[in-house]
């Protein structure tokens, strides 16, 4: 990681060029999960013989591990907090507690699509199914991704190498904590609260 | 501005980046906001409120998002360029996929 202060660098839009780069690349990412939700929506009256949406959604179970990404929101942002006041201890305790709460939640879902399995909803049972797998995996495997960052920045920490003056650093991969948040807030409402077809 | 420092707006605090954000009792009131739409919105899986379900739900989740995106994100804070390319694609992505859904139906058919 480098020791330059990220405030000092000279740009032409008076930003720095990574936060920009991860906005930009957060605008994309819209693209790519709206194609995978809108799929879902064609598909989700499409499930053949196979358990229907409505049969096999957990509400109070999905509702837990929603709460508990929600609230990795809070803690992710008070990580950056703590950075930007040079509270490493805390920037730390912040960091973990969120990765924490990603586990979890990766948990909870590893949970769910076993559960889904054993009651006959494979990855090819049907269009339904396919559509479904294929879009919380996707937002699965973001959060992991997220999860091994945070984790990446805990070490730093610990090694001394992410201080006061990373701040921007801890910012950038908190912005795609929050996106990954975001984009559940939207599959947690359409794909589960929004009533299903039954069979 | 070299250190850390409260402005007169109590819940705001100015970092090295001279950019305003929130203090950590504001992010801890966002949450709680959060949290109670979150249970709203799960309510609404027990109670029946007939034809307003569908409209209720797409405004709490609208609510939550531009919350996390807006107070966690710091959107209402850093430089509106940011904003332009998130909403930039948001919006093109609203647009793309409703004509696609257009395409196949899904308003009509569901």
């Known amino acids: 990681m480098s020791d330059t202060a990220t405030s000092d660098h000279a740009t032409t839009t008076g930003m720095t060029h990574n936060k920009l780069a991860m906005w930009v690349f957060l605008g994309s990412e819209c693209l790519l999960f709206g194609a995978l939700i809108s799929t879902y929506l064609v598909y989700r009256g499409r499930f ?77 049972t049907s269009p339904f199914s396919s559509a479904f797998f294929t879009l919380t995996g996707f937002h699965g495997v973001h959060v992991s991704l997220g999860i091994i960052m945070l984790m990446s920045m805990f070490i730093s920490s610990l090694r001394g190498s992410l201080r006061k003056e990373h701040s921007e650093t801890v910012e950038i991969i908190g912005l795609y904590w929050h996106f990954v948040d975001i984009v559940w807030i939207f599959i947690f409402t359409v794909i589960y609260l929004v009533p299903s077809p039954t069979s | 501005m070299s250190t850390t420092e409260i402005t007169d707006r109590q819940d705001d605090v100015v970092h090295d980046d001279g950019h305003d954000h929130p203090s950590d009792s504001k992010y801890f009131q966002i949450a709680l906001i959060l949290a109670v739409l979150t249970a709203l ?34 959107l209402r804070f850093d430089s509106s360029l940011f904003t332009k390319f ?3 694609g948001l919006v093109l992505a609203v647009a793309v996929y409703v004509i696609a859904l257009s395409a196949f139906e899904f308003w009509s058919k569901g």
């Open chain 2, 86 to 88: 998130f909403v930039g």
């Open chain 1, 48 to 124: 053949a013989s196979g358990p229907a949406p409505g049969d096999i959604f957990d509400i109070p179970f999905t509702s837990v591990s929603s709460f508990v990404l929600l609230m990795s929101s809070l803690t992710m942002v008070l990580a950056l907090s703590a950075i930007k006041r040079g509270d490493l201890r805390n920037n730390r305790l912040w960091l973990l507690t969120t990765a924490l709460l990603g586990s979890l939640f990766i948990g909870g879902q590893v949970y769910e699509f076993t559960t889904f399995f054993r009651e006959g909803l494979g990855y090819t």
């Open chain 2, 41 to 74: 919105e799960v309510a609404t899986y027990y109670v029946d409120i007939g034809s307003a379900l569908i409209p209720v739900l797409m405004v709490m989740m609208v609510v939550k998002f531009f919350m996390v995106a807006a107070w966690f994100m710091h």
